[in-house]
């Protein structure tokens, strides 16, 4: 962020000092306040204000035509916030501690209350169910893209992890360590997680095995939702074309092997959804959200 940068600097600050102060953010953060300022500022061309100086009537216009527009009350607060970073980062007094500020943000909830999702669009077990036939058995044998949806969703929902936290995943052989019945998971040292403690950077993930040693049909239909199997299948299956340690990669031409973004990892949460209820007769849900799976996988645990 320039403008902050240059605040910043202009109160006499090193160059060490601003990269210190830069790193309070995560990279998200910064590109989530970088594109609000870039609309906010652009927004002021328009109407010939500037940006850094403007009065309260003019950041309170902004969010305002944002609402008007249908911006939910939780992007109108990180809009505030934003603009609120950068303007203040010479000195000045923050915008989201002036009372009229407080109050927009307030009547922005009244106006736009929050939805509430209590429960996923999507059915797990019809998920699950799909996910012990084609195209997604037999593991030796399915399309790579299929393969990639299942084990990355059997460790979502055996997990409940962030998809972050499902990126920072890695095959390292000192990260991914199986055991006869579970499979032991480990973030790569260098993710800083969403909760930046020594506890939530060295939590491991131990996944056990699911029927390991079948008896009968039922109990070997069941196995195939082992994420010890799947997982133990996918690392042989992408061995041969890895770029990197992360413990999942693209199954892309264009990027075979290489890392793949939390975004992307996210799409493939969805499509493994969607492609489930197809391969089930049945019409994919609207509005499924990755994050959802945490939901399933809790609500589960606890009943």
């Given amino acids: 962020l320039a403008s902050e940068r240059q605040q910043l600097a202009e109160l006499g600050y090193s160059e060490g000092v601003i990269r210190t102060l830069s790193a ?35 950041v309170l216009a902004f969010l305002q035509e944002g609402l008007e527009k249908g911006l939910s009350a939780n992007t109108i607060k990180r809009q505030a916030s934003a603009i609120a970073s950068i303007r203040g980062a010479g000195g000045r007094e923050l915008l989201t501690s002036h009372p009229h500020i407080r109050r927009f943000l307030k009547g922005a909830v009244a106006l736009r209350p929050p939805v509430v999702h209590r429960f996923p669009s999507w059915r797990l077990n019809l998920v699950l169910r799909a996910l012990m036939s084609r195209p ?75 029927f390991p040693n079948p008896g009968n049909q039922q109990e070997r239909d069941l196995h195939s939702l082992d994420v010890k199997r799947a997982l133990a299948f996918y690392l042989d299956r992408t061995k041969a074309f890895r770029k990197t340690d992360s413990l999942f990669v693209s199954f892309s031409k264009g990027k075979l092997g290489e890392k793949v973004s939390t975004s992307t990892l996210s799409r493939w949460i969805r499509e493994c959804i969607r492609l489930a209820y197809q391969q089930s007769g049945c019409t994919p849900p609207e509005g499924v959200m990755a994050h959802s799976v945490r939901g399933a996988a809790t609500s589960v645990a606890y009943r």
């Fill in 24 to 58: 309070s953010r995560k990279a998200a953060t910064h590109r989530s306040y970088s594109a609000t300022w870039r609309t906010f500022a652009k927004w002021c061309r328009t109407k010939e204000l500037d940006p850094m100086r403007g009065g309260m009537d003019q």
């Fill in 136 to 210: 997604f058995e037999p593991l030796a044998t399915c399309p790579l893209k299929e393969m990639s949806y299942k084990v990355l969703f059997l460790v979502a929902i055996t997990s409940a992890r962030r998809v972050s936290e499902l990126g920072a995943l890695s095959a390292d052989e000192h990260l991914c360590l199986f055991h006869n019945d579970r499979v032991v998971l480990r973030l790569d040292p260098a993710f800083v997680p969403k909760i930046n403690s020594v506890f939530h950077r060295t939590e491991e993930l131990v996944l056990p095995a699911f």
